[in-house]
C-alpha cells in the first residue's frame, strides 16, 4: 500500500464503511460521500474487473462498460501486480453466492 495512503483519515474513512449494516444503508452513505460520477466510477471499474476475470476482452468490456481503454488496462494491472484486493473481494463474494 501506498505510504501517503496510510493515514488516520482514511482509516476512519474504512472503519466507516465496514460499519455499514446492508446495501441500503450502503447506498446512504455513499451518496452523500461521493459525486454520482465517482460512485458510477467505481462501480465500472468492479465491473470492468469481474470481466477481466471472466477473460473478456477489452473490446467487449469497453463495450458493455463504456470504460476506456486506459481505464481497462489499469484495472487489468492492479489484478496482475496489485494486492490482491480484487481477488480477495470476489473470493469472497462467490463464497456467499454458493451459501
Given at each position: 500500500m501506498g505510504k501517503n495512503l496510510k493515514t488516520d483519515a482514511v482509516d476512519q474513512l474504512f472503519d466507516a464503511i465496514m460499519c455499514l449494516k446492508d446495501r441500503e444503508e450502503c447506498y446512504t452513505f455513499f451518496e452523500d460521500l461521493c459525486t454520482v460520477n465517482e460512485l458510477m466510477s467505481l462501480s465500472q471499474r468492479f465491473e470492468v474487473a469481474k470481466?477481466?476475470?471472466?477473460?473478456?476482452?477489452?473490446?467487449?468490456?469497453?463495450?458493455k462498460t463504456g470504460a476506456s481503454t486506459a481505464t481497462i488496462s489499469r484495472v487489468n494491472r492492479s489484478l496482475n501486480y496489485g494486492n490482491d484486493g480484487y481477488d480477495m473481494v470476489f473470493g469472497r463474494l462467490e463464497g456467499k453466492e454458493n451459501e
Open positions: 470481466m477481466l476475470r471472466d477473460q473478456k476482452t477489452y473490446l467487449d468490456i469497453a463495450e
